[in-house]
């Protein structure tokens, strides 16, 4: 089923993802985290930022505790308003986060600022994804207003359910497009 609008894709995979039951998630989040630890991408970073994890996304706090033992520096997302948007703050632990923005995980007073260049790896939350690396957000547009300053060119890779991957969602000229996507069924690259 094509929807028109990205809010018609938001309201699907929201329902959708809220439906699948914390077993079946567990699962799937297993097998996207084993994909993930074992790519390329992973092993040939050494600072990624990547996204916190909430609600019924696809989990991160185990990537991030995992890659900190293994020596990657993590740095994660912190909205101080609306109108700044998103910078991104290194981390050493989960003591290091606390609610902030919507209630999502963000980075305490303290933590030092990432510089977008230091970064070489990403990895982006998301609602609804295509087969032609477009990302459909949460509608806040401060990944795309982010991304847009990075310089260089970094993997951006989407963690998600295959449910959430569509042939075409729609995209504005501003949408920063991903590398690839991580699902429970597949690794995709673009």
Not at 151 to 163: H, R, T, W
Not at 170 to 186: C, L, M, N, S
Request: contains cysteine; charged residues 30%; glycine residues 6%.
């Amino acid at each position: 089923m094509a929807f028109i609008s990205k809010k018609e894709y938001r309201e699907e995979v929201l329902t959708k993802r809220s439906e699948v039951a914390i077993a079946v998630r567990n699962q799937w989040d297993e097998i996207i985290f084993n994909k993930l630890i074992n790519s390329d991408y992973y092993k040939n970073s050494s600072v990624i930022f990547t996204f916190v994890s909430f609600k019924d996304e696809v989990d991160s706090h185990k990537f991030i505790e995992h890659a900190l033992r293994d020596g990657k520096k993590i740095c994660v997302p912190k909205v101080p308003s609306k109108k700044e948007g998103m910078k991104v703050y290194f981390i050493n632990n989960f003591e290091d986060l606390k609610k902030g923005y919507f209630d999502i995980l963000e980075p305490v007073e303290g933590c030092i600022e990432a510089s977008p260049e230091e970064i070489d790896f990403i990895l982006m939350p998301g609602v609804a994804f295509d087969k032609q690396g477009n990302r459909i957000g949460y509608g806040a547009g401060f990944y795309d207003r982010f991304l847009s300053q990075l310089k260089n060119q970094v993997p951006k890779i989407a963690l998600a359910y295959d449910f959430q991957l569509y042939e075409k969602v729609p995209a504005d000229e501003f949408d920063v497009r991903i590398d690839g996507i991580i699902t429970e069924k597949d690794f995709i690259t673009f």
